[in-house]
């Protein structure tokens, strides 16, 4: 466990997905309604099993106890007895086999035809995948009970018979679901890496595809299963495929049926075996399905809240009374702590965080995956996912405290006072609505224009943003944009509360070089026309360098260092900010290796005592493993939390493995 | 694996006229709709890798680089031209051919979390590469798996494991031993570092380059991130709209970039310094858009292009070559050299 260092490099928007992922067995088990099911279908196997072979003589048993007939429970017949007189816990013990035979038989058609089928078609898709649908299609179109019928004229009494016809008219159902589940997974890099390794196409699918597709085709099967039942036991009451002495379930019910007035009780028997085994198999399809995405869900949901209580007066107790140099700037956040709440308790994941931002001023907030960076950018407008809280520490804005804010308070500093633009520009536009529509709508909630007004203010908007053809975006749907059309109508959005500050998430990362510089030529652009202060989330150094007056850097949760841009980049005063701008390739042209950070971005979690770096440093000392490392301030305006930057000022010596 | 690895690494002596990878012509078409005609991805591309050599392939997205790298894999049909490996002709090779190819070239992407299946161990994903061309027993094959894992950097002891349990970088590490468990000729890079971080991206480079210099590798290195191209490559393939806009000796095209395109292209990424970053914004010229429909018979690049005269929208550039051996798609390169309209950037 130890040899290999794990995992750095989760998201920081996702820091609870490292959860460790529970199996499929052990979630399945830890549900009692799971377990409940699991124990009474294996019980009713059993049964199915055993009682033939233990009452050899019930089935073929014609009449019993005919001076004792439909009668209720009682020490001699513990469920009473039927019309002729026969043991009824018997018949419903032995009756199970055929019952689950029928059932057995339907589902193993089901899954012999929709399985390969639905794999077959999804993979290979085209011409295949059509000729299989249409046949589908054809089936689905199948009146089912009609046909049943029709093939139960031609053989008389046969289950099997019956029972296939079901299954074959049931399987297009499970191939749906299989190829609907295979077609994402087609896609899948691991797959076109397998086909490139020269595997067989049946391998690849019974390999590869097969497993990630177990968990919506079992479900569906479990569902398959539960409507065998209900038809095998209705054709048995209709006493069209159990021939007469033989037991069902469904002639049970069809004997107590006759005889309702004079014993009601002998329908119950068989009509709650029937009615729990439907519903067993039917919530174990569901708790299956949850299993199932168990593993791709965090386990941790509940309400957003924003502070800890009780922590509030920890974290805000430590901190001096606004120093005047925070107060003169528009954010200004102090020891600000984020924690997600885990199975194993709170995680932190951002730590004593602070820096400011100052009006119209571009700040950069650089940092590698984990290094809680879009974390606080999130913290800042109150929106972080749902286990995540702010532990202590405030964020000033505008005077006031926005930690403390409710949500409807925040919902009004979102977009009016702080605007977001995110990398994935996509998601923030909704692809059922066109883009005017959506801008007018947002432009009306802000300003409280009318419609008129709104759409005039939203196209101005898009013309701001420089797009060359703003009447004909305001007319399309989002899934009609380019990338860096989208990214300009996003701009667009965020624009329209006339935001003092505005938070940009790696807004450039998805795009191409060519559209992210004309994305921050606009950016700079619209920054200067509007006095606006932008707080740039980024791990590119490029950027930084061409947007921003000052960076933040931030490791494994820590702000480490921070300054004027131009002072930083000629000379870092933290070793981890020095490797990594030494580690750009940029830097090393004709050079034989890159200048490399041993090891990785610890987790949240794991990060390590004292100095977060210290690991990877080759600075460090006995110092940095023992005491925490406070953020210091060498020289004015200039920050770092490392008690050895004075020797990274040296030439050479600082140099990092 | 290291007593089999001296006469590969010796390789690139004895095979310097016949390029391991030669593509002439490459054609790729995806049909869009019924009523459309195709759209080509790659349109009329010209390419070799030589063995032991890294070609960078550089563009936009839409470019048509990952087409490329796809093409030549197989994962894509080709409309026309022609892609030969080791002098043989694989663009319409059948299932069986490229199960015998798959020993001499493989590819790492650019997700590391899609592209290993997470339902299977670490050693179950390299070791069935090697069911495909030799019949190898268990422990022989683990023992491969293992000393492959290390050569990768990481412990032996990862076979046993799930990828959900290693980071990105160690999972591209994990895809490139997948990559290297059969001992390849020519590996496709696509886009390999570009979902990783800085400083484990300088990693993950320097892996890819010692591996090389180890093995013989030849690498066809699809990439946005000139930086990174320009760290690894030999020589680089610009591409633009599925064509060649210019091609040559790395150091050549990146100092001393002739295509309009190329020039965009370059000065379009900031430069992690700010003072040289300001110079560098101040003499970006830019016009036009990249969606812009361009005639057939014009320069793919001519409503983007601030150097376009009349004579771009009449006819086609062709590829010419230039004193420095790099070759050129655009009639006014001489105009453009002579004129150094193309300052360096600092």
């Known amino acids: 466990m130890s040899a290999v260092p794990l995992d750095p490099e989760v998201p920081a928007q996702r820091p609870f997905d490292e959860v460790e992922p529970r199996g499929f067995l052990r979630h399945l088990v830890g549900q009692p309604v799971a377990v409940a099911c699991l124990l009474y279908l294996m019980v009713v196997v059993l049964v199915a099993i055993v009682a033939p072979i233990a009452l050899p003589d019930v089935a073929h048993t014609r009449s019993g106890d005919l001076a004792a007939i439909r009668q209720g429970p009682s020490g001699d017949h513990l469920l009473g007895t039927d019309s002729l007189g026969r043991d009824v816990l018997e018949r419903l013990l032995v009756g199970t086999r055929v019952t689950m035979v029928g059932v057995a038989q339907a589902v193993l058609v089901v899954v012999v035809l929709g399985v390969p089928l639905g794999l077959i078609a999804g993979f290979f898709r085209g011409y295949t995948d059509r000729v299989v649908s249409w046949l589908a299609d054809i089936a689905f179109a199948m009146p089912a009970i009609v046909m049943i019928l029709v093939v139960l004229a031609m053989f008389p009494q046969s289950m099997p018979a019956a029972m296939v016809t079901l299954g074959v008219i049931a399987a297009p159902g499970l191939m749906r679901v299989t190829r609907s589940a295979t077609l994402p997974v087609r896609e899948e890099l691991y797959i076109a890496a397998a086909q490139v390794s020269g595997l067989s196409r049946p391998y690849i699918i019974g390999r590869h595809v097969l497993p990630r597709v177990a968990g919506p085709v079992v479900v569906q099967v479990a569902l398959v299963a539960a409507s065998a039942l209900l038809v095998q036991t209705g054709l048995s009451f209709l006493g069209l495929v159990v021939a007469d002495p033989a037991p069902s379930w469904g002639g049970m019910v069809a004997d107590g049926f006759q005889a309702i007035t004079e014993e009601p009780w002998l329908i119950w028997p068989p009509g709650l075996a029937i009615a729990f085994t439907a519903l067993a198999l039917g919530l174990l399809g569901d708790v299956v399905r949850d299993a199932g995405a168990a593993r791709w869900t965090p386990s941790v949901r509940r309400a957003p809240r924003r502070r800890r209580p009780g922590a509030v007066a920890a974290g805000a107790a430590q901190l001096a009374p606004a120093d005047p140099e925070a107060t003169g700037a528009l954010l200004s956040i102090e020891g600000l702590t984020v924690a997600f709440d885990t199975p194993g308790g709170p995680r932190r994941v951002v730590e004593d965080v602070r820096f400011s931002i100052g009006v119209g001023e571009t700040v950069g907030v650089v940092g590698e995956s984990g290094s809680g960076k879009t974390v606080t950018a999130m913290a800042i407008i109150g929106l972080l996912p749902g286990a995540g809280q702010v532990e202590g520490g405030r964020i000033m804005f505008d005077g006031r405290d926005l930690a403390e804010r409710s949500e409807r308070e925040l919902r009004e500093v979102r977009g009016k006072q702080i605007g977001l633009i995110s990398q994935e520009p996509m998601i923030s536009l909704n692809p059922a609505y066109r883009v005017g529509w959506q801008l007018t709508e947002v432009v009306r909630r802000h300003c409280g224009l009318s419609r008129r007004d709104a759409q005039a203010r939203a196209l101005e908007l898009l013309r701001e943003v420089q797009l060359s053809d703003p009447e004909a975006v305001f007319r399309r749907y989002p899934h009609e944009l380019s990338g860096g059309m989208a990214q300009r109508v996003a701009i667009a959005r965020a624009l329209a509360g006339e935001p003092k500050l505005l938070i940009a998430d790696e807004p450039t990362t998805a795009l191409d070089v060519t559209v992210q510089a004309e994305i921050l030529e606009l950016l700079r652009r619209l920054q200067e026309e509007r006095d606006m202060a932008i707080m740039f989330v980024t791990h590119d150094w490029g950027v930084v360098a061409d947007m921003c007056d000052r960076a933040v850097v931030m490791y494994a949760g820590h702000v480490v260092e921070q300054g004027a841009v131009t002072a930083l980049f000629h000379g870092a005063l933290h070793p981890y900010t020095k490797a990594l701008l030494e580690s750009n390739p940029h830097a090393a042209i004709g050079r034989e290796r890159l200048p490399v950070i041993p090891g990785a971005v610890p987790k949240p979690g794991r990060w390590p005592a004292g100095c977060h770096f210290h690991p990877r440093c080759s600075l460090a000392t006995d110092a940095c493993r023992a005491q925490r490392i406070p953020l210091e301030e060498p020289v004015p305006g200039r920050w770092t939390r490392c008690i050895h930057h004075e020797r990274l000022a040296q030439p050479k010596e600082g140099a990092v493995a | ?346």
């Open chain 2, 1 to 346: 694996m290291t007593t089999s690895t001296a006469p590969e690494a010796a390789l690139p002596l004895d095979r310097t006229r016949v390029p391991l990878l030669d593509v002439r012509g490459l054609v790729v078409e995806f049909d869009v709709g019924r009523h459309c005609p195709p759209v080509r991805a790659v349109d009329g591309v010209d390419l070799s890798v030589a063995a032991g050599e890294t070609v960078g392939l550089v563009g936009e997205s839409g470019s048509g680089k990952t087409t490329l790298g796809r093409a030549v894999l197989g994962l894509v049909p080709v409309a026309d031209g022609a892609i030969s490996f080791d002098g043989e002709d694989i663009t319409h090779a059948g299932n069986r051919r490229r199960r015998q190819l798959s020993a001499d070239l493989q590819v790492v992407f650019q997700d590391p979390y899609s592209s290993l299946n997470p339902t299977r161990t670490i050693g179950q994903t390299l070791s069935e590469t090697l069911r495909v061309h030799t019949r190898t027993s268990a422990a022989e094959t683990s023992e491969r798996v293992r000393s492959m894992l290390e050569k990768v950097g990481l412990d032996a002891d990862a076979e046993q494991r799930y990828p959900a349990q290693f980071s990105g970088g160690q999972r591209q590490r994990i895809a490139i031993a997948r990559a290297l468990m059969a001992h390849p000729r020519l590996v496709i890079c696509d886009e390999p570092v570009s979902a990783l971080d800085l400083s484990v991206q300088a990693q993950v480079l320097n892996l890819l380059r010692a591996l090389q210099d180890e093995l013989g590798l030849g690498y066809l290195f699809v990439a946005h991130d000139l930086a990174v191209v320009r760290h690894l490559s030999q020589r680089i393939v610009v591409l633009y709209r599925g064509r060649v806009m210019e091609d040559g000796d790395a150091a050549v095209v990146f100092e001393r970039p002739l295509h309009p395109y190329t020039q965009a292209l370059l000065y379009a990424a900031p430069l992690p310094d700010p003072e040289q970053q300001r110079r560098r914004r101040a003499m970006r010229l830019r016009r036009g858009s990249a969606s812009t429909v361009v005639p057939a018979e014009a320069c793919p690049f001519v409503a983007r292009c601030p150097h376009a005269v009349d004579a771009c929208r009449t006819h086609r550039p062709p590829l010419e070559t230039t004193p420095e051996g790099s070759r050129v798609a655009c009639i006014r390169w001489r105009d453009l050299r002579a004129a150094g309209a193309v300052a360096q950037p600092a």
